[in-house]
């Protein structure tokens, strides 16, 4: 005949229900079911958590307002969390997410339009010519996917006298200032 293990939990133990509970000690999260630790984690590992909460939930150890109270998270987060259990298992948590692709500026766009660029066209220009919206690029350009071409700097030149305007001499300058 088995024996029953009474739960006895360490000082400082929160309890999740009746036979599990979890300690924090400095950054890590251990989880006691009796009086063993059966799960530890770091407490910034928020897939380590969601993983954890999960398998608890889809293994009858605890319901999902029992973690839910415990850890004082919303019920949706629980439901999302389980459902991505059930589907993918524990590698879900830790997968990479799906992103999309560059839908307009594919490799082949971007050289046609950092050529423009390089030929001195102007990005609402190219916009135009290439159907494209001219934000687009400028958040391309921004993002460092284009570049455009530096300007050439020449010295800065000095103001012309306006013609028929009397040069004023100093004393004039003078009488003007506040």
């Known amino acids: 005949m088995p024996q029953l293990q009474l739960p006895i939990f360490p000082p400082g133990t929160t309890l999740i229900n009746q036979n599990i509970g979890f300690i924090r000690e400095d950054n890590t999260v251990t989880y006691i079911h009796g009086s063993l630790p059966v799960f530890r984690h770091d407490v910034a590992d928020l897939k380590a958590f969601r993983m954890f909460s999960s398998q608890l ?6 319901t999902q307002a029992e973690i839910c109270r415990a850890f004082g998270i919303s019920k949706i ?15 879900g948590f830790f997968a990479e997410p799906n992103r999309r692709g560059p839908a307009v500026l594919t490799a ?10 390089d030929e001195g066209w102007t ?3 190219i916009a135009k010519e290439l159907s494209l919206k001219a934000d687009t690029l400028r958040k391309a350009v921004q993002a460092g996917k284009l570049h455009k071409p530096q300007k050439k700097r020449t010295r800065p030149r000095r103001p012309q006298p306006r013609p028929g ?3 004023a001499t100093g004393a004039e300058k003078m009488r003007r200032l506040p």
Not at 77 to 91: D, F, T
Not at 108 to 117: A, F, M, R, Y
């Open 108 to 117: 082949p766009v971007l050289d046609k339009i950092q050529g423009l660029l």
């Open 165 to 167: 305007a009397v040069k």
């Open 77 to 91: 987060g629980m439901i999302r969390s389980v459902k991505l259990y059930r589907e993918k298992g524990m590698a």
């Open 123 to 125: 990005i609402p220009g």
């Open 57 to 62: 939930y889809v293994n009858g150890s605890a």
